[in-house]
């Protein structure tokens, strides 16, 4: 239905030749546009409505002394729906550690809750189909459970800046919402996400169409196809900077996939993207010190790059 | 009556903090409104996400902004 309305636009309308690059482009643009933008309203309004009932409050307290294993694996299927902004990762930090939720665990949910989040869900599942978003959530939670499980098994509690094992956390009796407070809430915060986010997502679409219509088939295949090794850790060092852009960045991504960048390569970007980041790095640096700071990121990279080659190789 | 809004300084501590400006003066009501930014007056709330409203020392809302005329409701 929304192709029909795109090819009226375009090709009645305006009057383009079906076929004909600017044609196909601005179709392409006002489809994908479209689509996404309806995807993005109704879900992530659903997921605010659900993310009401996991406030990080609930979600430390499920997760407090925890064994590992068990608690990775609970805090990286927490981390998707409990609502989580690098802004308050501090507080975060200190609340979980203090209340008990071990290292490892603490770390599982740290990287699971940006990188799985439903506005690159959304984006992936509409633009690379429902395969891609499931085989995303699905490697991401797995690199979640394990880079956890890794920063548990070393021990590096001493390496948590000192001031937060001193700190003294209240316990805040927070009131639950009622069911129409939650609908307010959810309405409110797809409309905020959603003006945050739309300018990335026009320009991506954009860029996307452009290369959809004028970039030559196959460009990308020979630097960035599975024979390229140096393509994954080149697409991961390319997502750091592109931090929380997830929006702008996918549809770009899907168009590049179309000219020959490889699968493994594409996941590797996306979860570069969505969970290293510099911003976040520095935030952290308020409670780690230097050593596990850079552990946390090493063992994220070293993941993030078996990823990609890991689905460069079997797809 | 004493208002207390709990965030590092992000942008929406600073919209939190403005719509509770504007719920007290629509409702017109004498209150005190600080803006508590630092880490260990924080986690003295038990408050592990940010933006937060505290109402004479009990906390209202986490995680959140909410709109003036929910914070009217609250005071």
């Keep these: 239905m929304l192709k029909n309305f795109a090819d009226y636009v375009v090709f009645t309308l305006i009057g383009l030749v ?8 601005l179709d392409f643009f006002i489809y994908d546009t479209l689509k996404i933008f309806l995807l993005l309203t109704t879900i992530i309004y659903i997921v605010a409505i659900i993310r009401t009932s996991f406030p990080p409050e609930k979600t430390k307290r499920v997760l407090s002394h925890k064994r590992e294993y068990v608690g990775n694996i609970l805090a990286a299927l927490l981390g998707i729906v409990t ?3 690098s802004c308050s990762a501090v507080p975060l930090f200190i609340g979980f550690v203090e209340s008990g939720v071990p290292l490892g665990v603490t770390f599982s949910f740290l990287i699971s809750s940006p990188m799985v989040n ?4 959304i984006m992936l599942w ?3 189909g429902w395969k891609i978003a499931l085989i995303y959530i699905g490697t991401g939670l797995v690199v979640a459970i394990v880079a956890g499980i890794i920063i548990g098994k070393l021990k590096m ?14 316990n805040a009796e927070i009131v639950p919402l009622t069911f129409r407070e939650k609908l307010s809430y959810a309405l409110e915060y797809t409309r905020e996400l959603l003006k945050k986010i739309w300018p990335y997502v026009v320009v991506g679409v954009g860029l996307g169409a452009f290369i959809h219509g004028y970039v030559p088939q196959d460009f990308l295949a020979r630097w960035a196809g599975p024979d390229n090794p140096f393509a994954v850790p080149i697409a991961v ?3 750091v900077p592109l931090y929380s852009n997830a929006a702008g960045v996918i549809p770009i991504v899907h168009a590049l996939m179309e000219k020959g960048m490889a699968i493994g390569t594409v996941l590797a970007f996306m979860m570069a993207v969505t969970a290293l980041s510099l911003p976040e790095a520095i935030i952290l640096k308020n409670v780690l010190k230097n050593r596990l700071l850079a552990v946390f990121f090493g063992i994220l990279t070293f993941a993030i790059v078996c990823v990609g080659y890991l689905f460069n190789a079997i797809l | 009556m004493k208002i207390e809004i709990l965030g590092t300084g992000c942008a929406k ?3 939190l903090y403005e719509n509770t400006r ?3 003066q629509e409702k017109g009501i004498e209150a005190e409104i600080v803006k508590v930014e630092d880490i260990p007056s924080i986690m003295k709330h038990g408050v592990i996400s940010t933006p937060a409203l505290v109402v004479d020392g009990q906390v209202k809302f986490s995680g959140k902004v909410a709109s003036i005329a929910e914070i009217i409701g609250m005071l």
């Design chain 1, 157 to 170: 509690e001493k390496y948590v800046q000192d001031y937060v094992w001193k700190m003294q956390v209240g």
């Design chain 1, 18 to 25: 079906p076929g004909s690059r600017g044609g196909e482009a």
């Design chain 2, 13 to 15: 501590c600073k919209t």
């Design chain 2, 22 to 24: 504007a719920a007290v």
């Design chain 1, 237 to 239: 060092a390319l997502g």
């Design chain 1, 118 to 121: 439903e506005v690159a869900l």
């Design chain 1, 126 to 128: 509409g633009l690379f």
């Design chain 1, 83 to 85: 609502p989580f902004c």
